[in-house]
């Protein structure tokens, strides 16, 4: 995906500090942090544990330069499982269009669904959203879909409205507030370790990058 964001967006890596490797519980977790140039904040998450049984990748595009939806990637293969997450938030400040992304969500429908359940972030999560859960073999298909539907995200950057860069991150700041005061796996694991004021400073300032300059 980074990949696929260099060939649109110039990206400037950003110093995480001592958030760069971590290890919680047993799992070691390394972080980046990238702005791209007139589209915004990226951070990518991976982590790897019980002796290379688990490895999960998070990858997140805030687009606080751009009127488009935030972008949240979710990938874990465990014991033969292949999960995969692609989700939209609307943080937009005007109405915009996914039907391109929607288009490849459909091409893909025959792909074992994975229900997610009810959450308290589902009236701000974009109805294009998906979520798949196969096996290894089933990796190959995830990997097509996950790179369909980044592409056709980022060929919104195209058509959506340049937009001040603090009216969206108030309209992103929903969603991460929401995660802090809410919990979850990987917040819970991260107040565990460091508290709530570091762990809130790794999400605000890393991860979607919703701090105010």
Known sequence: MLDILKQKF??????????????????????????AKGLGNVSFMQAKGFFGLMKMDTFIVNPIERDM????????????????????YDTCLSSVSLDAVSKVKEEHKQLSEHD????WYDSIKCKESTAKKGKKKDTP??????????????ELAKCAKAC??????????????????????????????????????????????IVKE
């Open 69 to 88: 939806p935030l972008f949240s990637y979710d990938r874990v293969h465990a014991m033969g499982n292949d999960t995969l997450i692609l989700e939209l």
């Open 116 to 119: 997610l359940g009810s959450h």
């Open 10 to 35: 110039t990206l400037q890596k950003k110093d995480v500090g001592d958030f760069s490797k971590i290890k919680v519980k047993g799992m070691h977790f390394t972080i980046e942090q990238y702005y």
């Open 164 to 209: 001040e860069a603090d009216k969206k991150k108030e309209k992103a700041s929903v969603y991460v507030e929401g995660l802090l005061s809410h919990g979850g796996p990987s917040t819970d694991i991260f107040k565990q370790h460091y508290g709530e004021e570091k762990t809130a400073d790794l999400f605000r300032n890393i991860l979607f990058g």
């Open 141 to 154: 298909s995830f990997d097509k879909l996950a790179e369909q539907y980044f592409s056709a995200y980022i």
